[in-house]
């Protein structure tokens, strides 16, 4: 086919800028990031979670601390990294600069330095989260002061172009009930730190992260449907004054977005800092719905930026909630906190979606180390009279929230719930024998007692030990309100 010659005119230009413009505002894969958290009892090694991102093509990696074997793993892999920095420390930032020159230096310095080998981190997040409803005041006095510091201590390093810091903002950080949703504001409890926050971020040109949370809003609010949640094609729109909403990701972000530009901030970059839907532990939390859920997402924002818009119409980045499922994530808002995961705990995907891999499926961690090929279960040849007891402290020291209305084991039958309780404490105490005794009731096995349905699992072979309260024999009895209902399900159905 013969070549033909294209003629520039003013208005071809005009076109194609808008086109380019078009395609560089995309979510793509290098807009798109996950969350990986640590809080596991037998974490997969941080070389292999890096194995995992990279045979992935995921790009941009949210970190809740400054772990430095984590950082020295993501050293030389190209992924945009976000340090965090836990709200523990924020009273001690907040007193000295010195403290945040130290650990600017500790947990920075020595990881970015110019190199092959470097870790590129973009962001720190000073805090996470702090002002969660359920966390009071006690972290708003230091805050502002804490990044202050750490700001300054960036500028000495210099490293303060590179590097940007920012807070990330739970979802109940808003007014969320407003009507007309133009008139969303700050809670007034938080609004005036809220503003001398979004004031720094502004002046340092830092954007504004923000956990979005629309499963929480679905169980919470009676009033929201599951295809509304979903992105799925509905009649039932929310309607807001003049505007309509279609799905409840838009009605949660244009929350934030109003909430920020009430306040005098209408140009604000928003990054999506923490978005997902759980797999377990919960009624509608499947993978199946987390599959489509994401999916929405993507394609959702992928239609939005494809259209002209201003800073706000659309977050320029989003962190999936998350990378991993954690076994000892606090559960305080609900047994699903611990199964966030697009991949298990070791490594294996639960669905397909694109963070970066494009048309391929998503690729599995390998040569993952295991402990033995080991069960505990209870022994039906004993009396189990007291079986149920046991159960109950095994539950409140290892992970048992797949037994939770809903849950993935939910439907496991007397005494099979008690084997999973007894096989959960056992694999968190590196199958430690002394671990699978309960009363002479435990009973060790070769043979896989799993369902379809139901996942008995076994705990990683890692060099990460556990802490002492975790080898001990000693049953841990600090349980929660979430873990509390399940052990009432436990018992009621034994």
């Given at each position: 086919?013969?070549?033909?010659?294209?003629?520039?005119?003013?208005?071809?230009?005009?076109?194609?800028?808008?086109?380019?413009?078009?395609?560089?505002?995309?979510?793509?894969?290098?807009?798109?990031?996950?969350?990986?958290?640590?809080?596991?009892?037998?974490?997969?090694?941080?070389?292999?979670?890096?194995?995992?991102?990279?045979?992935?093509?995921?790009?941009?990696?949210?970190?809740?601390?400054?772990?430095?074997?984590?950082?020295?793993?993501?050293?030389?892999?190209?992924?945009?990294?976000?340090?965090?920095?836990?709200?523990?420390?924020?009273?001690?930032?907040?007193?000295?600069?010195?403290?945040?020159?130290?650990?600017?230096?500790?947990?920075?310095?020595?990881?970015?330095?110019?190199?092959?080998?470097?870790?590129?981190?973009?962001?720190?997040?000073?805090?996470?989260?702090?002002?969660?409803?359920?966390?009071?005041?006690?972290?708003?006095?230091?805050?502002?002061?804490?990044?202050?510091?750490?700001?300054?201590?960036?500028?000495?390093?210099?490293?303060?172009?590179?590097?940007?810091?920012?807070?990330?903002?739970?979802?109940?950080?808003?007014?969320?009930?407003?009507?007309?949703?133009?008139?969303?504001?700050?809670?007034?409890?938080?609004?005036?730190?809220?503003?001398?926050?979004?004031?720094?971020?502004?002046?340092?040109?830092?954007?504004?992260?923000?956990?979005?949370?629309?499963?929480?809003?679905?169980?919470?609010?009676?009033?929201?449907?599951?295809?509304?949640?979903?992105?799925?094609?509905?009649?039932?729109?929310?309607?807001?004054?003049?505007?309509?909403?279609?799905?409840?990701?838009?009605?949660?972000?244009?929350?934030?977005?109003?909430?920020?530009?009430?306040?005098?901030?209408?140009?604000?970059?928003?990054?999506?800092?923490?978005?997902?839907?759980?797999?377990?532990?919960?009624?509608?939390?499947?993978?199946?719905?987390?599959?489509?859920?994401?999916?929405?997402?993507?394609?959702?924002?992928?239609?939005?930026?494809?259209k002209p818009s201003n800073n706000q119409d659309s977050p320029t980045e989003i962190y999936i909630l998350s990378l991993l499922d954690e076994?000892?994530?606090?559960?305080?808002?609900?047994?699903?906190?611990?199964?966030?995961?697009?991949?298990?705990?070791?490594?294996?995907?639960?669905?397909?979606?694109?963070?970066?891999?494009?048309?391929?499926?998503?690729?599995?961690?390998?040569?993952?180390?295991?402990?033995?090929?080991?069960?505990?279960?209870?022994?039906?040849?004993?009396?189990?009279?007291?079986?149920?007891?046991?159960?109950?402290?095994?539950?409140?020291?290892?992970?048992?929230?797949?037994?939770?209305?809903?849950?993935?084991?939910?439907?496991?039958?007397?005494?099979?719930?008690?084997?999973?309780?007894?096989?959960?404490?056992?694999?968190?105490?590196?199958?430690?024998?002394?671990?699978?005794?309960?009363?002479?009731?435990?009973?060790?096995?070769?043979?896989?007692?799993?369902?379809?349905?139901?996942?008995?699992?076994?705990?990683?072979?890692?060099?990460?030990?556990?802490?002492?309260?975790?080898?001990?024999?000693?049953?841990?009895?600090?349980?929660?309100?979430?873990?509390?209902?399940v052990l009432l399900l436990l018992t009621e159905r034994l």
């Open positions: 086919m013969p070549s033909q010659n294209f003629k520039s005119t003013p208005i071809s230009r005009f076109i194609s800028l808008l086109l380019v413009a078009s395609l560089l505002s995309l979510p793509n894969a290098e807009g798109i990031g996950v969350n990986w958290g640590t809080a596991a009892s037998h974490p997969l090694p941080p070389h292999k979670v890096v194995e995992l991102l990279k045979s992935n093509g995921i790009a941009k990696v949210k970190l809740s601390d400054a772990d430095p074997l984590i950082l020295q793993s993501l050293s030389g892999s190209n992924i945009r990294v976000t340090v965090g920095i836990p709200n523990s420390m924020l009273r001690g930032l907040n007193s000295s600069l010195k403290a945040a020159e130290s650990w600017v230096h500790d947990n920075l310095t020595r990881f970015v330095s110019d190199g092959a080998s470097r870790v590129l981190v973009d962001y720190v997040a000073v805090g996470e989260e702090p002002f969660l409803q359920t966390y009071g005041d006690q972290f708003h006095p230091f805050l502002v002061g804490a990044a202050t510091n750490i700001q300054a201590a960036l500028f000495k390093a210099k490293l303060s172009e590179r590097v940007k810091v920012v807070t990330p903002c739970s979802f109940d950080a808003f007014q969320s009930d407003s009507n007309p949703l133009s008139k969303s504001q700050f809670r007034p409890d938080v609004n005036k730190t809220m503003l001398e926050l979004v004031t720094f971020l502004n002046k340092h040109q830092s954007p504004f992260f923000v956990t979005v949370s629309p499963f929480q809003s679905y169980i919470k609010n009676k009033n929201l449907s599951l295809d509304f949640a979903l992105f799925r094609q509905t009649p039932h729109a929310k309607n807001s004054t003049r505007k309509t909403y279609k799905n409840l990701f838009d009605l949660s972000y244009n929350t934030v977005v109003s909430s920020l530009s009430n306040s005098g901030f209408p140009q604000m970059e928003i990054v999506i800092g923490q978005i997902g839907w759980p797999t377990d532990g919960s009624p509608n939390a499947t993978s199946s719905l987390a599959e489509e859920f994401t999916k929405g997402l993507i394609n959702h924002l992928h239609s939005k930026s494809a076994d000892e994530r606090n559960i305080s808002t609900g047994n699903f906190e611990r199964h966030w995961g697009v991949f298990t705990f070791d490594g294996q995907a639960k669905y397909q979606i694109d963070l970066g891999q494009g048309s391929k499926n998503l690729a599995n961690a390998k040569d993952v180390q295991y402990l033995s090929s080991k069960w505990c279960v209870v022994n039906n040849n004993k009396d189990l009279s007291n079986a149920s007891a046991l159960a109950l402290e095994a539950c409140g020291a290892a992970d048992c929230t797949a037994l939770s209305l809903g849950g993935s084991c939910f439907n496991l039958s007397w005494p099979g719930n008690i084997s999973y309780a007894f096989n959960s404490y056992y694999q968190q105490r590196d199958q430690n024998a002394g671990s699978c005794d309960f009363g002479g009731l435990g009973l060790i096995t070769s043979v896989d007692p799993s369902d379809d349905a139901c996942r008995f699992s076994i705990g990683l072979r890692t060099s990460s030990a556990l802490s002492a309260l975790h080898r001990s024999s000693v049953f841990c009895w600090i349980i929660s309100p979430a873990i509390t209902m």
